[in-house]
């Protein structure tokens, strides 16, 4: 082709006579993902990777197919990744070519590239062709592009994969702005300035200070002032991985919250991030540091990002729906989900925001429920991101785990940010632990015993179990809380349950372990059956929260003999009853902690070979992208993968289940049923719309399907009642507990 002929990257945006010019979209596409890896001294490589990744659309044949394609709506549907790669691998970049190739289906494994390109247009020519129509771009580049790769990388495997990870991120960030830009008709593509983390300190330190000055007085806020000043201390310390092991009530929230915007200030890092494991808690934390940081007018420093956050919503506003996508944000609150399906997934959707983790705090809350069968390459992962690129991990939880035990954390320093956590939880001491598991009582026995308090709370391990105790109390002021019931209904039952425990009304709740992380209730005594160590612990807190008791509240742990509890406790059970029971060390005792989490490590395999985590990690090793994610290929020749085998923080998806029953008023439920049937018949669902149900939607476990009573009491909204899809629940659903279902499939209920 010759280069006196003007090349295209895309055609006209709507309603004008404007092409995307080629050289432009490499060079831009370049030097934003330079821009954006620079910070984790990736900048060269990011740049040759966006220079390299469209110059197959110099080919004559793409150009022509451009042309014919132009204003239809169409793809072109000629292949422009290969060339790119090819000179890629062939100058010196070897396996980080695949950020090319992948730049829109997503990277594949190393070892099926060279098949891949097999099939790709002639080499020589096509390579001639290129540099004679980008006579600036390509033969200015290096011969060996080599030199465009640390050292680290490429000597340690697993550090090379996590720099390719965080290098396609920002290419295909870079490359979805740019595209943006020429079609939005803009100047130049939407990037925010980095932030002024010293003024965003100052104005949390205000306003702090402004909403403790509103609070009513505890007999702890001393203590939690005393956490607070200790994190700001520990925030000044250099970047690495921190442990706040703070019992539940000490003010985590806030003290997390000011270490990251500290440390960011005084190491010059670019973000913070907080991730925590349930919807719940991201709405209460983002709501939290959204009144602490945002200003009325400006533009918003808080993003929420999560499945239920409506980007439609007229006050979530265009930035952040455009933010959402590649978290170009000060301060993120985000979801485990989130967090790690992009950081270890391989699809530009998710990754275009990988490359914020470099350089950032990351706040992982509630960080007892990241899932063990992927503790070993998480934890990899954010090792590898605090010792090469720059970032600061902070590890939060009221039962703190022993990652230390672990092989990926036995080289790393522990800091912890409070100083004597033994001193803090005698300090911080609110209940009495008491056990009744021998001789072991039945459920009616402990909702008797419940029903002799003013305000008692019991949490038990199932629905049906749930269920059977809330049976025992239909004549008093009770309540019950469970996934049978759907967001929007839970949270009228938690608001009247608070209002009574305020006012000192009677007041009974049993509920299922979803109240033990993010729900903030005060009892004075809390039942909680036989659970995980962890489990019970956070149930501890949910007794005498604001220690205002002067006996102090009580935490009941009940071994019923006609309880159940979900199929992964029964190992995490035996770890616990080793470690703490009568006679046996509080289950606040740090030292048996860590031994419990230690047995824990140990009874579940972690460090074998055949552990789930081992074999991600050994994937990671070898650069194969696909089946970290996809998980292994099982029929080669089908190409069928064991999704079983991926990493996936959600290991069953269930069905995803709409009970407009579940509004609180008769006109509500009439316009759920019209909003329900118009995505029903609608031939592409309106976003909005399907954003808007979600308050409205549990989840059933996949084992329902097996009774075909309970798939006839499904009616599909989105295809059809499968897996992974959007029903409408037409069964029973009691205005007290939920969705009705029979007593033998109480436990499909997630």
Known sequence: MSSEKVLWAHSPAPGTENWHGLREHLLSTGLLAQRFAAAFGGGELAYTLGVLHDVGKASCTWQSGLAKAAGSGRPVGIDHKGLGTRIARERGLGSFALGIYGHHGGLIDADALTQQLSASLDRAGDVASAEAALPDLLPGLPADLSRAVPTAWQRDALVGEMALRLCYSALVDADSLDTAAHFGQLTQPRVRDDADFGRLYKRFEQRRAETLARRPSSPINSLRERIYTDCLA????????????????????????????????????????????????????????????????????????????????????????????????????????????????????????????????????????LPHRLLVPILNGLKILVEHFGSTVLLSSATQPDFWALKEFKEVEAVDVVRDPARLVTDLRRVRYEWQVDPAPTLADIAGQAAEERAALVVVNTTANAQQVFQEWRERPAFHL????????????????????????????????????????????????????????????????EGSLP????????????????????????????????????????????????????????????????????????????????????????????????????????IAVVTPQGAETAEERGELEHLIERIRTAPVPQLTDLRRLQPYTTNLHVSAFRDAGVRALMRPILGEVKVGGLVEWVGGYDPHTGIEIDPKLEDFVL
Request: hydrophobic share 40%; glycine share 8%.
């Open 482 to 545: 469970s996934t049978r019931m759907c967001p929007a209904h839970r949270r009228r039952v938690l608001a009247e349950v608070d209002r009574r425990l305020k006012l000192e009304e009677p007041v009974l709740l049993t509920a299922t372990q979803l109240i033990e992380a993010g729900v903030d209730i005060d009892f004075p005594v809390v039942f909680r059956a036989m659970a995980p160590a962890d489990s019970l612990l956070q149930a501890a807190g949910r007794a005498n929260r």
């Open 234 to 369: 520990a925030a000044e310390l250099p970047p690495g991985i921190f442990r706040m092991p703070v019992p539940t009530g000490g003010g985590k929230t806030l003290a997390a919250g000011g270490f990251a915007l500290r440390h960011a200030e005084r190491h010059g890092m670019r973000r913070v991030i907080v991730a925590v494991p349930f919807l719940t808690i991201t709405e209460q934390n983002a709501a939290v540091y959204r009144d602490l940081l945002d200003e009325e007018g400006g533009e918003p420093t808080v993003l929420e990002h999560h499945s239920q956050v409506d980007f439609d919503d007229p006050a979530a506003g265009k930035w952040a729906r455009l933010a959402a996508e590649n978290w170009d944000a000060p301060f993120v609150v985000t979801t485990f989900v989130r967090l790690f399906e992009s950081l270890f997934g391989r699809k530009p959707s998710a990754m275009r925001r990988v490359h914020r983790l470099a350089n950032a705090v990351i706040v992982l809350d509630e960080v007892q429920a």
């Open 551 to 654: 006996d102090g509240g009580r935490l009941v742990v009940f071994a019923p003999q006609d309880g159940g509890h979900p199929p992964s406790y029964k190992l995490l059970i035996g770890c616990t009853e080793r470690a703490f029971g009568p006679g046996k060390p509080d289950l606040d005792d740090l030292t048996t902690l860590a031994g419990y989490y230690r047995d824990l490590y140990d009874t579940l395999n972690l460090e074998h070979r055949g552990h789930l985590g081992r074999k991600i990690q050994r994937a990671r090793q070898r650069w194969q992208f696909q089946t970290v994610t996809d998980g292994p290929i099982v029929n080669a020749g089908e190409k069928a993968r064991d999704r079983k085998e991926a990493f996936r923080l959600i290991d069953d998806q269930g």
